[in-house]
């Protein structure tokens, strides 16, 4: 997804790795949806930030499913509020986190196969 001047909500499909990824989010006053990138599998969750709430940081794990491919197995997301949402996936291989605690993520860039996500990254706006 390219840079929001919001994100919205965020929906995720997780079970032992993270299956699917969508995106709300505002731009220029209209509202957008992302296609839900990744597979179908895995338990739905979603969660709608508040109208002066923005996501902070970002952290999870990575690690190599039964077959040697990366799959991200675990998200968490942090808001400017102080709220978590996740962890979201199984979790366990390498730790990662981006943590802009007094700027704002804008929004998100990876790969995905047809079951999960492989990679996962953030846009960062500077305060």
Known sequence: MEPADKITGISVGAASCVNSIKITFDIDGTSRVTPRYGGPGGELFQFTLMQDEYLTSVSGYVKHDYSEIPCVSQLTFTTSLGNTYGPYGGGGGTFFEVNVEYDEIKGF??????EYLTAFGVYVMLA
């Not at 860039?109 to 047809?114: D, I, L, P, R, W």
């Open 109 to 114: 860039f990876g790969h995905a196969t047809t």
